[in-house]
């Protein structure tokens, strides 16, 4: 079987999309003989932020000499994204090789299509003679298949409300969840300025070392650049300054210098800056270029009130700065499960009309169903439409050459639009530089 078709097959081994635990896929593993994916490793938690920070840290350990291997989802335009070693995707031939190895010592137990790529990742990367794995957790944390590995190192990037079915409807119950991936002293970080009672609870219970974003550490913005500060392994204080800005968080940049400060490993000031000067990663506040329409474009993969809300954040900077004079036009479609009415709240005041659309997968809430919620709100809307491209083409077609149309609410939503737009042009499309 090629890639496609053992991703057709594993999607459809098991009946349930989501099923939490890590019963099965332990002893899945030990069947495999996995131990550890390398000596080191570093796991990434939170509701926003996880991809971001797993590509600046690999960024700059990678740019310390160091061999790394990442895991992360959800991919966006390609299934082999969710596994590199040493920058590099998985081949399609490597992950079938894994698929056929873990379909078959798997037997009678029933894996999902994300412990299938979890485990795949796992071979992979144990594989592969790395110095350092950096592991993103798919869902939650405590019952997440990357919490299979007990990680050195344990981030948590931020606490706010999404996958409610899955993980509880208040914060203090999502960060119990996410605080799962801590281990007995074990560093723990905790990239979010608000820490929920439950997530400090669990670290007493623990012992571990907690480090906190604006108490153990943190950042000032200086004249176009960043200091940072924090706290080494042994309590002494640390600093680094006339930092590049990345086309990335500065709040996860953060969170990123504390754990390579806290790592046994040795990382200069040149690595770092080497790293982060331009670092962008596909889908988060991207520019892209349209050769049909000439534009300005970006796609942002946010798909939650808080990344919403962080996204409404870099759009009024976009004004401040006089980067962004004319109208906002958002191409939206989301999953059935999000907090739309939330989602558009946080970004209502930043934007001025919603085309309004759907994607084909069946988690997909339906245009005229997502339309009518957003009606009740009173903001200027548009379509619905049957499709993600047909509104990005509407919204373009309404566009003077100061608007911007921003493409948001989801992976498959950025996704839809990259695809199209490189159906435009004779290369895929790429990051201008540029925040």
């Known amino acids: 079987m090629n890639l496609s078709q053992w991703l057709d097959r594993i999607q459809a081994l098991h009946p349930n999309e989501i099923d939490l635990g890590l019963h099965r896929l332990r002893e899945v593993a030990q069947r495999l003989g996995v131990t550890r994916p390398a000596p080191i490793v570093v796991t990434v938690a939170g509701t926003n932020g996880k991809g971001s920070t797993v590509a600046m840290l690999d960024a700059i350990l990678t740019a310390a000499g160091y061999r790394t291997g990442t895991y992360t989802s959800p991919h966006l335009l390609v299934y082999n994204e969710r596994i590199r070693i040493a920058g590099q995707m998985a081949t399609d031939d490597q992950l079938c090789e894994c698929f056929a190895r873990i379909d078959l010592v798997r037997a009678e137990i029933s894996l999902t299509y994300f412990e299938f790529s979890t485990l795949a990742g796992f071979l992979l990367l144990e594989q592969a003679a790395l110095d350092v794995a950096i592991l993103e957790v798919g ?5 997440d298949a990357v919490n299979l590995i007990d990680p050195d190192l344990a981030i948590v990037t931020s606490i706010g409300l999404d996958h409610q079915d899955w993980l509880g409807d208040t914060r203090e119950l999502i960060a119990a969840e996410k605080a799962g991936i801590f281990r007995a002293t074990v560093p723990a970080l905790c990239g979010d300025v608000d820490i929920p009672e439950s997530l400090a609870k669990r670290v007493a219970e623990l012992g571990c070392p907690l480090y906190a974003q604006g108490r153990d ?17 042994g309590g002494e204080t640390r600093t680094l300054d006339e930092l590049p800005l990345p086309d990335l968080d500065i709040v996860n940049a953060s969170t990123v210098m504390q754990a390579i400060a806290l790592l046994p490993l040795t990382v200069s000031k040149e690595a770092v800056v080497t790293a982060l000067r331009g670092l962008g990663l596909q889908g988060r506040f991207q520019r892209l270029h ?31 700065r006089g980067e962004l004079t004319g109208t906002v036009r958002v191409v939206l479609a989301m999953m059935s499960d999000k907090d739309h009415v939330g989602f558009h709240g946080a970004l209502e005041s930043v934007v001025d009309i919603w085309y309004i659309a759907a994607f084909a997968q069946p988690r997909c809430l339906t245009a005229q169903e997502l339309h009518d919620r957003l009606q009740q709100t009173g903001t200027p809307l548009r379509g619905p439409f049957s499709s993600v491209s047909e509104a990005y083409v509407q919204a373009c077609a ?20 990259m695809q199209f737009i490189s159906g435009n042009d004779s290369n895929p499309p790429k990051a201008v530089a540029g925040r």
């Open 290 to 320: 349209d050769p049909l329409y000439g534009i300005p474009v970006r796609v942002d993969v946010a798909h939650n009130p808080h990344a919403a809300v962080l996204l409404a954040e870099k759009l009024r900077t976009c004004r401040s």
């Open 398 to 417: 309404d566009s003077a050459k100061d608007d911007l149309v921003l493409v948001t609410g989801s992976f498959v939503t950025v996704a839809d639009v």
């Open 139 to 143: 869902l939650g944390g405590r019952l």
């Open 217 to 233: 550490y943190g950042f000032a913005l200086e004249s176009g650049q960043w200091r940072w500060w924090g706290k080494g392994a």
